[in-house]
């Protein structure tokens, strides 16, 4: 008779690791109904999912029923699932919470070059709808243009978009390639802006005229990743990082039909503060102040993007 093999020893986390909130705020801020959460992810539970051997972090985990238990106390509608770094191009996890989402998920997935059709196909069957592409030197190694390349020309034709997450610093020497793509992109908060430069500076000048030019849709979230003055969104801050607000309202009045949101929890790689995800909703009259402007970024545009002609 064979001896069970013992279960792999769960790594610790990342020395100084930063746990999600644990008790977040009902919001002041009442979000209309049908909102979507345009960017969240899931870690583990590690138990279940381990994390990929060449992560570069290691995270408390945060899995699905955190997770849509913290939708129903914000009064989210939806969520999309985009797959964590420190899961690498194993999908397992986020499919598994798209999957028992009862269909208020999506997926984005991160798949390396040699992904065949067939597990292509049974990614769009679960509720992917695209993949993202990581350009951060801290999280990932860096790809090289036609790994990417070929993975786009295997998803183009699934409909699905690319979602870039980049610095700004960087978006010249990439803004090439990007703008080569042939699918629409979505480019994660806000292309990470200096926020201690000029709102209306050469910087994030290029970064708005980049997006005018292409099928370029915006994420409006991370201010707690982007501020640099704060205040921080805690202990009933209904201001909080103000010096963030110019850029998110300038995307917001500039696209206002192709601006999305979402909360990032559970809000990987942050070492000044955890903020309260029941803040960061208050946070959003903020930036998109009038009810108009609410409804596109908070509902219209993201159902219009992830669920095409099906109602809120």
């Keep these: 008779m064979s001896t069970p093999s013992p279960k792999t020893p769960l790594a610790p986390r990342t020395p100084g690791w930063l746990d999600w909130y644990r008790n977040p705020s009902k919001p002041a801020f009442r979000l209309p109904p049908g909102t979507v959460d ?3 992810h899931v870690f583990g539970p590690q138990a279940e999912f381990p994390f990929a051997p060449e992560r570069k972090y290691t995270p408390c985990d945060g899995g699905k029923d955190e997770l849509f238990a913290l939708r129903d106390h914000l009064g989210i509608a ?5 797959q964590a770094t420190c899961h690498g191009a194993d999908n397992t996890a986020m499919v598994d919470a798209v999957r028992s989402s009862g269909g208020r998920a999506r997926g984005i997935a ?4 040699d992904i065949g059709e067939r597990e292509l196909l049974d990614l769009d069957a679960a509720g992917v709808r695209g993949v993202r592409f990581n350009f951060v030197r801290r999280l990932v190694d860096a790809s090289p243009a036609e790994d990417l390349s070929t993975i786009v020309k295997k998803v183009a034709p699934l409909g699905w978009h690319i979602v870039l997450y980049f610095e700004s610093a960087d978006l010249p ?5 990007f703008g080569s793509l042939p699918t629409p992109l979505v480019v994660d908060h806000m292309g990470r802006p200096d926020v201690t430069r000029p709102v209306d500076g050469p910087e994030f000048t290029r970064f708005l005229r980049f997006v005018e030019a292409g099928d370029v849709w915006v994420k409006v979230t991370c201010p707690e990743r982007l501020s640099a003055t704060g205040p921080a969104a805690l202990d009933g801050e209904q201001h909080a990082y103000t010096d963030v607000v110019p850029f998110g309202r300038r995307v917001v009045e500039e696209f206002p039909d192709r601006v999305l949101w979402g909360t990032d929890w559970p809000h990987p790689n942050l070492t000044d503060h955890m903020p309260d995800d029941g803040l960061l909703v208050d946070h959003v009259p903020q930036v998109a102040v009038t009810a108009e402007q609410q409804h596109k970024l908070l509902v219209a545009n993201p159902m219009s993007l992830y669920w095409p002609g099906e109602a809120a």
Excluded: A, D
């Design 173 to 177: 020497e990439l803004e090439g390639f």
């Design 78 to 82: 939806r969520n999309v699932v985009v």
């Design 110 to 113: 991160t798949v390396r070059p």
């Design 38 to 40: 345009t960017h969240c």
